[in-house]
């Protein structure tokens, strides 16, 4: 089988948290990716690995419970992997990727088991991340980025992707001058994205070609504004549907991007979750705040040739500066 599968699992450090207090603490750090842009028929080759497709019937039999359904029809992931797609007229194919990604996140986590000292996500992978942590139960948490995942598709805007050395002072300026178009994402030192209205967001692209030749624009088929106030109903209307849901402590420190430090207080953690859904993505800050000896491994579906999490991670910690993460039992691949 030719897959377009990646697993990336950094060779572990050896240690854990209890060492000598001489010793460089030394952690593994599980890494969630968010939604990218992936082909319909990349989905083929994820079903031909077992723990995968198991993830994803047990996920279906969730859904046809739920009679979830997307414009009246039901919300089938099989049927999407082999690709059979409804035409949708108010959703973008982020319905689908939403709750794919996840599942195939968390099914190779389980499946490979690398150690586990904390974990952290790259915007929606933050939501895989809390479910693995424990924070969330698997249907619980699978529901929810379903929901999240339905109320996003909907939300309109476009966005481009931005590489090159990133002047973000005048991105920031850029985008802030021209209504509804924001800076939304800082992946790395050389990664960017501006998100908002898809016609502001065609013109923008046209004048940063002119005005900042030194970047590579291209439209990004992500299916949304993310991470910018374009997405205020979608976050009301997710709170709301998390309003009796009790988050958990996590099993293992948790560290979130909105503030690129553990977080152990459920409440807290669910608030931070949401905010992220309005909130400029800045995760150089995240990642400066790793500790220099900490090994990355990462949970990597097909990209596409894009950059991965591990990489930005590299790029952020160019000005290191050291995250102390709380004393935790370290944890395998499993997910509640």
Not at 167 to 179: E, Q, Y
Request: charged share 20%; glycine share 8%.
């Amino acid at each position: 089988m030719k897959s377009i599968l990646k697993y990336i699992l950094v060779p572990a450090n050896a240690g854990s948290f209890h060492q000598k207090e001489n010793e460089e603490a030394k952690v593994n750090i599980v890494v969630f990716q968010g939604l990218r842009p992936i082909h319909p028929a990349a989905w083929q080759d994820m079903l031909s690995i077992p723990a995968v497709s198991l993830k994803i019937q047990a996920a279906q039999a969730i859904l046809k419970e739920e009679d979830i359904r997307v414009e009246g029809y039901p919300l089938n992931l099989i049927d999407y992997s082999t690709g059979k797609i409804p035409p949708l007229s108010h959703h973008t194919l982020t319905v689908f990727e939403h709750p794919m990604i996840f599942l195939t996140s968390l099914a190779l986590w389980e499946a490979k088991k690398p150690p586990c000292d904390g974990v952290m996500g790259f915007s929606m992978g933050e939501w895989t991340a809390a479910v693995a942590a424990g924070c969330l139960g698997f249907r619980k948490g699978f529901l929810t980025i379903v929901k999240r995942g339905m109320l996003t598709s909907q939300a309109g805007g476009s966005s481009l992707l931005l590489r090159g050395p990133l002047p973000i002072k005048r991105l920031r300026a850029f985008s802030a001058f021209t209504k509804d178009v924001w800076l939304a994402n800082i992946s790395s030192f050389s990664q960017g994205i501006i998100s908002g209205e898809s016609e502001k967001i065609t013109a923008i692209q046209q004048e940063l070609g002119k005005s900042h030749r030194q970047l590579k624009v291209n439209p990004l088929d992500i299916g949304g504004a993310f991470h910018t106030p374009a997405m205020r109903n979608a976050r009301k209307e997710l709170t709301t549907f998390l309003r009796d849901v009790k988050f958990r402590s996590p099993r293992v420190p948790l560290i979130l991007n909105a503030t690129g430090e553990p977080e152990e207080n459920p409440s807290e953690i669910k608030r931070l979750l949401l905010r992220q859904m309005t909130a400029r993505l800045y995760f150089p800050r995240t990642a400066r705040k790793l500790p220099p000896s900490a090994s990355i491994h990462e949970i990597v579906v097909p990209l596409g040739g894009r950059l991965t999490v591990s990489q930005f991670i590299n790029d952020g910690k160019k000005r290191p500066r050291q995250l102390s993460l709380p004393k935790r039992t370290a944890i395998a691949g499993q997910s509640a």
